[in-house]
Structure formats: C-alpha cells, structure tokens
C-alpha cells in the first residue's frame, strides 16, 4: 500500500473521528413554543410520550406523542408555574405562586388544592418553588415569605395525606428555599440561599443543616442514591458529595454564571444547565464538567430526563430536546 493511500486513510479515520465528535457534542435541538415572549421555568415527562412544561403568566403545556405536538392547557392562574411533578401515573402536583394544584387524571384537569394567603403570614407574600413526594403520602413543598420583595422567613409545608391537606414545618433556616429532593422515604435533602443544604434522615420530622463551605445561593440538588449527590449555584457552583452530604466538595467548572439545575441519568453520566445557555456535561459522576453547544443564549432554567429523551426550558418559550445514542 503506497505512502499516499496510507495518508488518505489516516485523513478519512481522522475526519469521521471528528464528525462522531461533533455529532455526540451537538446533540440539543431547539425550538420555540408559542408563550407570548414568557419564561417557561420546568419541564417534567412522566414517561416517553406524556409530559408537560410550565411558565411565567401561568402557561401550561402537554404532550403526549412524545414532544412531537403540544396542547395549550387552562390552569386557573397568572402566577408563575415554578414546579410540575407526578407522584405516579395519574397524581401530579403543580406550584404557582402562592399555590399548590392537583390532578387525579393524569393531567387532564387541575384543580386549586391549597392557597397560602398573605392574611396567613402577617400580610406577607408567599412563592413555592419545589415539590417532591418521598411516598403515595408523604409529599413536601419548600418556598419563601417575602415582603415588598424582601425576603423575610422561608416556607417548609408537608402532606401525609396524599396532597389532600398540607401544613406547614418550621425550618432550621429562615432563608430562601428553592429545591426539594428524596431518595427514599426517610432521606431527602432542601438546597436554598445562603448555600443552605438541610437533611432529613427521619422522613422530614427533623431538618438539620449540612456544612457546605460557600455561601452563594443553590438552587437545584440531585441524588442517586443515599450517599451520591449534587448541588449547584450561583456563579458557576457544582457541589458534589459521595457520603450523603456529611462532607461536599466543591467542583470546578470553569463557568463563572449561575446553574439552575442538574440531573444524573445514571451513576456517571449527568448535565447542568444555567443562565446564558449553558449547558455542562459529565462522563465521570461529576469529578470534571465539559461545555456543550446549547445553540442558544436564553437562560435555561430546568431539565428533565426520561430514558433516552433530554428535554431542557428556558427564557422566551425556549426548548431543547435532546436523544442519546
């Protein structure tokens, strides 16, 4: 074989090594939903074909061919959708504003279950951000009270009746609180400003506070498990932890704007989005963060993995859909 074809081999095996490159980096599609120029701030599938997106002016959005087509849905709010999430496959629960809504048929209708009115809190104004079940029962929803904008304490509230009654719990930290998280039905964990992580070891009786070592503001924790977790924030924060949060170390990540979410598929593979269009992405459980092209510069606020399916949402109706291979 002559020198020239041995180089034109080399330059073929080089060329679809780079092409396999940029196709595993470019993996994220966007696209625009129709939201009137509003944020969407969560997206939530249940399976592979049924799941919903929420945002700002109370929009509300459901597929259930997969994100191949989506229905305008008729929630009875203006306020901001901030969270969606389905205990199983006919129970969800919907965050808006000062309100928790509920459906009993799979989406199809949502009916206002709990309003926390200012009369409740001293004329103060109140905004839930996160809600997460740990069993059929036990559910939580996490926030925070606020006046003229100010924030003034947080809200901690808690069903043991299937989300047909909820009741407040003090937490052990008047900040801001952002995001909920269960592992089990004894083990979950609350991430919020300050660089706030609470932990429950005993299914929510008791909360207590987990030493971090920043204080910027968290926004979104995940768990896989009982020991392994992640948490990120303000200025391209990444805490990671493998005992369960008795000790978190802080990961580099090379970005300096805020991350929102982040989400492992499995024990190695995980990604986190934040503002600006960033998007992250680890092979390695998160020891180390790769930037990945998101084609776009809107703030991205939340995503959600189904399976192979990524779906990420953010400012001005915009959507990302990723498959992995």
Do not use: C
């Amino acid at each position: 074989m002559s020198t020239r074809t041995l180089k034109f081999l080399a330059a073929v095996v080089v060329f679809l090594s780079l092409l396999s490159a940029a196709k595993a980096q470019s993996g994220w599609v966007p696209f625009k939903m129709n939201t009137g120029g509003n944020d969407l701030n969560t997206v939530y599938f249940l399976d592979s074909k049924r799941g919903w997106v929420g945002g700002d002016n109370g929009y509300l959005s459901s597929t259930d061919d997969g994100g191949q087509s989506w229905v305008r849905q008729t929630v009875g709010t203006k306020a901001a959708i901030n969270d969606i999430y389905f205990r199983d496959k006919e129970a969800g629960f919907l965050l808006a504003g000062n309100s928790i809504f509920t459906t009993r048929d799979n989406g199809a209708n949502w009916t206002q279950s709990r309003i926390f009115l200012p009369e409740e809190f001293e004329g103060a104004d109140v905004e839930l951000y996160s809600v997460r079940f740990s069993s059929k029962k036990k559910g939580w929803v996490v926030g925070s009270i606020s006046k003229r904008e100010l924030v003034v304490d947080s809200i901690l509230v808690y069903t043991d009746d299937g989300g047909q009654t909820w009741r407040r719990q003090r937490a052990p930290s008047r900040l801001e609180l952002i995001h909920i998280d269960f592992v089990s039905d004894k083990r979950g964990w609350i991430v919020g400003d300050g660089g706030t992580i609470l932990f429950t070891r005993d299914g929510g009786a008791s909360w207590t506070k987990q030493n971090v070592g920043t204080t910027g503001t968290l926004y979104h924790i995940d768990f896989r498990n009982d020991k392994k977790g992640w948490a990120v924030g303000e200025r391209g924060t990444l805490l990671r932890t493998t005992d369960g949060g008795e000790t978190w170390t802080v990961v580099p990540t090379n970005v300096d704007v805020t991350l929102l979410s982040v989400e492992f598929l499995n024990d190695d593979d995980g990604w986190a989005i934040g503002r600006g269009g960033t998007i992250l992405r680890s092979n390695d459980k998160g020891q180390t963060w790769v930037r990945q092209d998101s084609t776009t510069k809107q703030n991205l606020y939340s995503i959600n993995f189904n399976k192979k399916i990524g779906w990420v949402v953010g400012g001005a109706g915009i959507v990302l859909r990723y498959e992995r291979d």
